[in-house]
Structure formats: C-alpha cells, structure tokens
Nanobody
Framework: QVQLVESGGGLVQPGGSLRLSCAAS????????MSWYRQPPGKQRELVAV???????NYVDSVKGRFIISRDNAKNTVYLQMNSLKPEDTAVYYC?????????????????WGQGTQVAVST
C-alpha cells in the first residue's frame, strides 16, 4: 500500500503562485508514475500533470506554461508549482501514485490517492 499526503493548498489571488507537495510512503518501490489531478466544484476529476520514473512530463493544455511538476526521489516527494493562477484553477487537488506491473506484455496499473488539498483562486 502507498500513503500519499498533500500539502500546500490555500487561497491565492489571480496571478499568484502556489506550490503543492505530495509525500509518498509505504510500499513505494514499484511506483511507475506520480501525478496531480484536480476536481473543480461540481465537475469531474481531471488529470493536471504527470511525471514518470523516466522523468517525462505531461500537462493538460489549460496549465501548460504555467504549472510545473517535479520530483525529489530522495524524499519520495512530487511537487506541483502553480504560477499565474486563474480562478478556473480552483479545485481540490489530489496526488496520485501509480504502480505498474507488466506480465507478458500486458500492463496492470494500480492507483493510490491522497486526501486532497483545496486550492482557491479568488479576489
């Protein structure tokens, strides 16, 4: 099992910045990728950014150029640096860790989730 603890959420004005942190603990040896999701009020959860063990990153189009996902392997921690925040970035942000097993070219993924941290962008 993997435990994920997010921190860094809060209230910020449009144009401001926040850095979210996600510390992973437990059985972390087989984590393939870590990511940040968000869920705005009344909407579906969406993938915001992902970073794989190989270091590749991907972002949803709406945050490209503004958000940066990074990791500190020694600390088992991933970060989401959020710049130029917009009101539409308001959401509960969730950390995700994915474990991956490949058997006979078939991929098996297991996801673990943090409790979420609230980000509110408002005047």
């Amino acid at each position: 099992q993997v435990q994920l603890v997010e921190s860094g959420g809060g209230l910020v004005q449009p144009g401001g910045s926040l850095r979210l942190s996600c510390a992973a603990s437990g059985s972390i040896f087989s984590i393939y990728a870590m990511s940040w999701y968000r869920q705005p009020p009344g909407k579906q959860r969406e993938l915001v950014a992902v970073i794989t063990n190989g270091g590749s990153t991907n972002y949803v189009d709406s945050v490209k150029g503004r958000f940066i996902i990074s990791r500190d392997n020694a600390k088992n921690t991933v970060y989401l640096q959020m710049n130029s925040l917009k009101p539409e970035d308001t959401a509960v942000y969730y950390c995700n860790a994915r474990k991956r097993t490949v058997k006979v070219a078939v991929v098996y993924d297991t996801d673990y989730w943090g409790q979420g941290t609230q980000v509110a962008v408002s005047t």
